[in-house]
C-alpha cells in the first residue's frame, strides 16, 4: 500500500538496532519522502547515533541531511548507553565498516527541524523514535512549530504494558521525562506508539536474513547482524522472543503506524510524564476523559492519540512485502 502523495517525514533517532530497522522500512517504503534524519543521544552518544544515521544511508546509496543534536537529557543526569542491548557502537559490534563518504548537517537537530517545518509549512511528519530531547528543543525555538507540523508520531511510553526500563517507564521517555512531559503537553496533532503494541510484534533474525538473501546487499547484510546481536538480548530474557529467536521491532511501528494506520486500535486521552521520583519516566494517561480530576496539570493538557492493540501479523506481512521490494540498487 501506499501513501500518495508522499509524505515528508523527518526522522528522530538514536541508532540502534530498532532504529536501523525502521530506518530502511521507510527507506523502502515509497509513501515515504525521508527529507532529514536528526539524532539524538540513547542508544548510543549522540556523535555514534550521527555516525550511524550517515553509514546506514550511505551503504544504501542514500544521500539524506544528518544532523547531530541534543547530547544529554535535560535536566537530570545522563547514563551509559545500553551497549549489551544495541553494541557498543549501536548495531551490534560491526567487525567492520565500508568506506563511506556522507556528511553531517552543521545545524542542531532543533535548528533542522524548525527550518524544515518553516520552509513546507502544514507538510512535515515528524517521527521520532529516541528521548525527545530535540522535539523539546525544537519546540523551545519555535513556539509555532504544533501548527507548523502536519503530525508527530513517536514510539516512546506504556499505558498498560510494564515499563523496560523501571516496572513504569519506556526507555525513550525515561532518558528524558521532561522533554517528553514538553512534547506531550505541546498541543500537536501527536500519536504515541508506546510498549503496548511493540511488545505485540517479535520481528525474527530468519524474517531478516530472508531480506538479506533477496538483495545480497551490504545494507542488509549489515542489518543481519546487528538484528542478530539485539535478538541475542531480547532472546535471552523473554522465553516466548526466544522461541522465535528475534527481538521487539519497536521503532518499525512507529512507521508501519503512518503507512498503515488502520492495523492499530487506539484510544484518545491526556498523557503527561511523571518528571520525578519513583515513577519516573511513566507516561500517564487519563482514560477517563468524562472524569474532570481536580490536580493541576491535566486540565488544560491537549489529547495524544494511543496504540492501545496492533494485528501484529498484518504488521510483519506490510514490514516482508515492504523490504522486500526493490529498494536497494544492485551492487
Ligand atoms: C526504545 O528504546 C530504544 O532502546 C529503542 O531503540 C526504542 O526506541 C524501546 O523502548
Ligand atoms: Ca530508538
Known sequence: MSISPARKVIFDTDPGVDDAMALYYALAHTGIEMVGITTTFGNVSVHQAATNALYLTAIANRNIPVTQGVKTPWFKPGEAPPDFIHGADGLGNLPSRHATTNQIDPRSSAQFIVDMARAHPGEITLVAVGPLGNLAAALMLEPELPRLVQEVIIMGGTILEPGNVSPVAEANIWNDPHA?????????????????????????????????????????????????????????IYPHVAKIYGCFGHDVLAFIYLTNPGLFSVQSGRIRVATEGIAQGQTMMNRRESVTYPQIGWGDTPDTLVCMQVQSDAVLHVFESTLMGPWLEKE
Not at 506531550?184 to 501527536?190: I, P, Q, R, V
Not at 551490504?218 to 531480547?234: G, Q
Open 180 to 236: 517528553a512531559d514538553k512534547v506531550f503537553t505541546a498541543g500537536w496533532k501527536l500519536t504515541m506508539v508506546g510498549l503496548d503494541v511493540t511488545h505485540q510484534v517479535i520481528v525474527s533474525v530468519a524474517l531478516i536474513q530472508k531480506i538479506a538473501d533477496q538483495h545480497h546487499h551490504p545494507a542488509t547484510d549489515t542489518l543481519v547482524h546487528a538484528v542478530k546481536f539485539y535478538a541475542d538480548f531480547y532472546s535471552g
